[in-house]
């Protein structure tokens, strides 16, 4: 308690100091768990489940993968045939479909990127989406609803519809990108819950469909030569690595998937894959970046350790010659640096916690299909951890170096 | 004083500092100083000394010694019954905890502590309760009249009531021995005169033995004997001119 409170007395000692210490920390804290927190949700991105498995069917030799729509109900069935063959528990086919609010200039701000798809897999297939808490997932169901019943019907991630300046209710037009002369009308119907999705828009694929199929009729009876492409994924969900492994051995053998050839990879594997693009920025985030940052806070923490020390070298002698052992200095000044690195950190990454999540709602940084990353729950403790560390790390050498102030040399003024 | 057995016992007439043919040098650069040669001395219990030398005489080394800040390279040191010479730094910690009082030139208080928060930093160290350490604190800041000032910060007390504050701590763990290096050398007069006059009347009341390093001859007389040191050995007939009448 008495050693507590000379610290905190000690720290008080030079308040500029100290608070251009701590303010250092606070700045660089929230920092690492920024770069931390869009690490770590890659990490359990790409980290393979044991169970509740996502398998992703994709064309096999070629991206993006572009498969007949025919493919679409046997393999969201797991290419099963016979009544004992193995069904995935759910599954949901992604076609994608970017179109642009005006026709002759396309910017960023008035395109549009939608995932077509059957609207009740939303909510069961969808990841986050298929987790949300029960008033969420009641609200958004109701979205969902108006989307099954209105074929025409988009919703859009809140960012996306400030970005178009639209609102729920406006009806727009989309001129096909991807799909050349194909022209979709929308009635918005509604917005993601915020988060994750804020920068999407989902379709009916019925509505897709459709226009595919009404493409020849205005063109001289030529399918649309995207007619036969239009299955971009085929997502199916499986309890566990076995059923995972028999399911795609069954698309794998089955005859109808040769031209094109079908691929199955876990969702996991599919985002690494995905990932692979972003390799050496994740790398160099990972393994230059926070450590960087990780070092400079600890040589601000050692340069105000050290002036610190520098100053106090009299008094640390006094308290030799008073009976204090060298390891209870030396614990006296590694207590300083400690107390102000963990204060300084876990008031740092809480506040980061709360802006980021609560007033900022999650870090924009577009990266593979992630576009928002939300701080976790772990990071509490990450600011209280690394200022911890780095104030032992900072401190330990010019703590150490007390043990040698020599309490006669001090005092050899007289002669 | 039985010195041949290393487990002394000491009486009333033993000296509570024995110093015998004790060497000390020192390296600068290349070169070795020697600056104590052999020196030997009583002190006995409850003498109040001075010790007086020009710059360089040996007078803060012997005092070193004396007070287990230092070790002599050859020689004995023995004080309050104790071979303090043959004592390593962690003994010599906590043996300076409980037997010796320093008294500074500069005071060297800590100046984020108060005057009680400074004269209870040697009891921390001592299995003591709070209670205790309160009410000697509190004894020790009442025999150096600053009662008044105890939640004061050094830099909230004049010179003199710095080294007031410098010499309760010194005395708050009742140490056998004070060792008080030039005490007055950063006093105006009058303080100087409270402080001798203080140092005096805890050797006459509570029979202190008080070794005070000096160049001040005024701060000498208050002493019952003076010894003189030159080139690190104690001189009969000293160079008077080289002192201040203060």
Do not use: I, K
């Given at each position: 308690m008495h050693t507590i409170r000379l610290i905190v007395k000690n720290l008080r000692r030079n308040p500029i100091r100290s608070g251009l210490t701590a303010l250092g920390i606070m700045i660089l804290v929230p920092v690492v768990t920024l770069i931390w927190s869009i690490l770590s949700f890659l990490d359990a991105a790409t980290e393979e489940k044991a169970s509740n498995l996502k398998a992703i069917v994709s064309e096999r030799w070629t991206l993006p993968s572009q498969m007949p729509y025919s493919y679409a109900t046997s393999l969201s069935e797991g290419?099963?045939?016979?009544?004992?063959d193995l069904r995935p528990e759910d599954s949901m086919t992604w076609s994608f479909f970017g179109g642009s609010l005006d026709p002759k200039t396309r910017t960023f701000d008035n395109s549009l990127f939608a995932f077509a798809l059957q609207p009740q897999k939303l909510l069961t297939m969808m990841d986050e989406l298929d987790s949300l808490p029960a008033d969420q997932k009641e609200r958004f169901g109701k979205v969902v609803d108006k989307l099954a019943s209105n074929r025409q019907g988009l919703i859009l991630g809140e960012d996306r519809l400030a970005a178009i300046d639209r609102r729920v209710g406006d009806r727009i037009t989309l001129y096909g990108l991807n799909y050349k002369d194909i022209n979709l009308e929308f009635e918005i119907v509604g917005t993601f819950p915020v988060?994750?999705?804020?920068n999407s828009a989902a379709m009916n694929v019925e509505y897709l469909l459709a226009a595919l199929d009404a493409y020849p009729t205005s063109h001289s009876g030529k399918k649309h030569p995207l007619a036969d492409k239009c299955l971009n994924l085929v997502w199916l969900r499986v309890p566990d690595r076995s059923a995972y492994e028999t399911i795609g051995r069954q698309i794998a053998e089955s005859p109808l998937y040769t031209s094109p050839s079908v691929k199955v990879e876990t969702a996991s594997s599919g985002v690494s894959t995905f990932l692979q693009a972003y390799r050496d920025l994740i790398w160099g985030m990972r393994w230059l970046l926070a450590p960087a940052i990780l070092v400079t806070l600890a040589m601000v923490i050692s340069n105000a350790i050290r002036i610190s020390v520098r100053e106090r070298r009299t008094e640390m002698a006094v308290m030799k010659v008073l009976g204090y052992r060298p390891n209870q200095i030396l614990l006296l000044v590694l207590g300083e640096a400690l107390l102000l690195g963990a204060v300084s950190g876990a008031i740092s990454s809480i506040a980061t916690y709360v802006l980021v999540n609560n007033a900022m709602g999650g870090v924009k940084f577009p990266i593979a299909f992630f576009g928002v990353f939300f701080i976790p729950n772990d990071a509490l403790w990450w600011g209280l951890a690394i200022g911890l560390a780095t104030s032992f790390l900072g401190s330990i050498v010019p703590a150490w170096s007390t043990r040698s102030v020599r309490v006669v040399d001090v005092f050899s003024k007289v002669g | 004083m039985n010195l041949d057995d290393g487990n002394p016992i000491v009486n009333a007439h033993d000296p509570i500092v024995l110093v015998r043919n004790a060497h000390r040098s020192f390296r600068r650069g290349n070169e070795r100083v020697d600056v104590l040669g052999g020196l030997s001395l009583e002190v006995p219990p409850g003498e109040f000394l001075a010790l007086m030398g020009p710059s360089g005489s040996g007078k803060t080394t012997l005092l070193n010694l004396i007070a287990g800040l230092d070790r002599p390279d050859q020689g004995e040191i023995f004080v309050a019954g104790d071979k303090v010479s043959g004592m390593n730094e962690t003994q010599l910690a906590a043996w300076r905890t409980r037997h010796v009082g320093f008294i500074f030139q500069f005071y060297?208080?800590?100046?984020?502590?108060t005057a009680f928060e400074n004269v209870e930093l040697p009891l921390l160290l001592l299995p003591l309760s709070a209670r205790a350490r309160r009410e000697q604190v509190m004894t020790a800041l009442d025999l150096v009249g600053l009662t008044e000032r105890v939640r004061h910060r050094p830099g909230q007390l004049s010179g003199g009531q710095q080294q007031r504050v410098g010499i309760a701590r010194a005395i708050v763990t009742d140490p056998s021995l004070l060792v008080a290096d030039e005490p007055t050398g950063d006093l105006d007069a009058k303080s100087a005169t409270e402080i001798l006059d203080l140092m005096a009347e805890l050797n006459t009341s509570l029979h202190k033995t008080i070794i005070m390093v000096t160049h001040d001859l005024r701060a000498a007389r208050r002493a019952h004997r003076t010894l003189h040191l030159d080139k690190g050995v104690l001189v009969t007939e000293p160079d008077m001119s080289l002192y201040e009448a203060g």
């Open positions: 290419a099963s045939r016979e009544p004992d988060g994750r999705y804020d | 060297h208080l800590l100046p984020v502590l």
